[in-house]
């Protein structure tokens, strides 16, 4: 890892930059002071307005704002890395052997991980996930135990990827036996979302509405076949209720896992009772992809409900679910009714346990391959590379509550970028793929490639 930059010195770097700002999408260079951007536009224009004494570097590749994913188990990620592989290992290796150990277990030693160990995972995992452009995660479902390990790797300043960690409180579980105790143990300490700092911060709490797909837990409003069976509900609707009207009352935001569609209508129709917390504090629908009606998607989208979707997820199950439901799984994973329904998209991978290469889920979202067919779902749900990349940056950063610090390349904001071999968007979906980070940069700071790249 590179030393820290002196930080009184300000950095012009000059390349392409796709800077996913609205107000100016492109630029040839951009300048860098105390971790921060301080300017961006045309060579000229951007020198003009720093110090006789910066410094400058020709960068060979394009600059885009870091990749945030916004659902990644990355402390589980990073126990299950240090059980399967070597510490040298490359980024392509990563990705092979956590795709041949998606099911097996986090962590297989006699005794829960100590923080050492989770400080460990952390410093072995962070610089592969840099290594494909992202510079911050929300972490899903953080226990207590994870939640100590992501204190203490900023303790000790060695977490390099900003984290948002949804605290996760398991009911049924003995600290957490109901939803009062839930209630009790989130009202107990006076903070909530939002608690923290660039580097670490609370998220919304997480929350089971129903089960996983594949299992035929998804709670659908049509049934899953002709027994009538329509799936499994984790949590009643009136405890569900008090649970959201809790947290809206209280300054926590809500993700929900709900993957089936009367899943996620309980869910919409609870946050539309929770009105502008939803906003305030990023409420999700998390995985969302089971026959959402239009109706509940406009209900959620209405309030601002952020979709953290995956499409990973469906990479991997369409041609289960093909099987289970024939045509009903065509429109699966409904990424562009999201968005015209008004809601955030924030893309995210669910990894460990699912692809988490961001090329190929960008490229997923605009093809609706699924994996082990020759045919695509409907493509009528199709989003843009656009779109997709907007899901990644400004969307997860939304969905992080940073869209005023992260998730553009714009003045004021914090200096997290990747050098790409190419334009993702210019280079075109067939060529995504194929395309190479060079560096990675958090706050100013190399954490992945080197300053000369
Ligand atoms: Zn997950």
Redesign the pocket.
């Known amino acids: 890892m590179t030393p820290s930059p002196r930080t009184d010195i300000t950095t012009l770097y000059i390349a392409p930059v796709r800077t996913m700002d609205p107000d100016r999408p492109r630029a040839e260079a951009f300048a860098v002071r105390a971790g921060t951007i301080v300017a961006v536009g045309g060579i000229d224009e951007v020198r003009a307005v720093l110090p006789a004494d910066h410094a400058v570097e020709e960068l060979d590749g394009v600059v885009l704002p870091g990749l945030i994913d916004a ?1 990644l ?1 990355m402390q589980r990620g990073g126990l299950k890395a240090s059980e399967h592989v070597a510490a040298d290992v490359d980024v392509d290796g990563f990705i092979d052997a956590m795709a041949r150990t998606f099911d097996d277990e986090d962590w297989t030693g006699d005794a829960p991980p100590t923080l050492d160990q989770r400080v460990a995972a952390l410093d072995l995992v962070q610089p592969l996930f840099h290594a494909l452009g992202f510079t911050g995660v929300v972490d ?2 953080v226990t207590i135990d994870e939640m100590r390990g992501y204190q203490e790797a900023h303790r000790r300043g060695r977490l390099t990827m900003r984290t948002v960690a949804m605290p996760y409180l398991e009911i049924g579980s003995p600290d957490t036996p109901d939803v009062d105790a839930v209630i009790a143990h989130l009202a107990g300490t006076g903070v909530s979302t939002g608690f923290g700092d660039d580097v670490l911060r609370l998220g919304p709490i997480k929350v089971y509405a129903d089960g996983e797909a594949l299992k035929g837990q998804a709670l659908l409003d049509e049934p899953w076949d002709a027994s009538g069976y329509r799936g499994e509900q984790r949590i009643p609707d009136a405890d569900y209720a008090r649970l959201v009207a809790f947290c809206a009352a209280n300054g926590w935001g809500v993700g929900t ?1 709900a993957v089936g569609g009367a899943a996620i209508a309980l869910v919409a129709r609870e946050y539309a009772r929770a009105g502008a917390a939803v906003g305030e504090n990023r409420y999700q629908v ?1 995985h969302g992809y089971l026959e959402p009606s239009s109706e509940t998607m406009r209900l959620a989208g209405s309030v601002g409900t952020v979709a953290s979707l995956q499409p990973s997820i469906i990479w991997h199950n369409g041609v289960g679910l093909r099987e289970k439901l024939g045509e009903r799984a065509e429109r699966a994973n409904p990424m562009r009714s999201w968005i015209d329904a008004g809601a955030v998209l924030a893309l995210g991978s ?1 990894g460990p ?1 699912f692809a988490f290469d961001p090329r190929h889920l960008m490229w997923q979202a605009v093809t609706r391959f699924v994996a082990n067919s020759p045919d695509p779902l409907d493509p009528s749900e199709a989003i843009t590379l656009d779109e997709a990349l907007a899901g990644y940056t400004t969307g997860a950063a939304y969905a992080s509550l940073a869209e005023h610090d992260r998730g553009m390349i714009r003045p004021g904001l914090l200096a997290d970028w990747a050098l790409w071999s190419a334009d993702p968007v210019d280079a075109g979906v067939e060529a995504l793929r194929g395309l190479r980070v060079r560096r990675t940069v958090v706050g100013g700071r190399t954490v992945y490639g080197s300053a000369g790249a």
């Open positions: 659902h188990h899903p479902a896992h998390i669910d346990y």
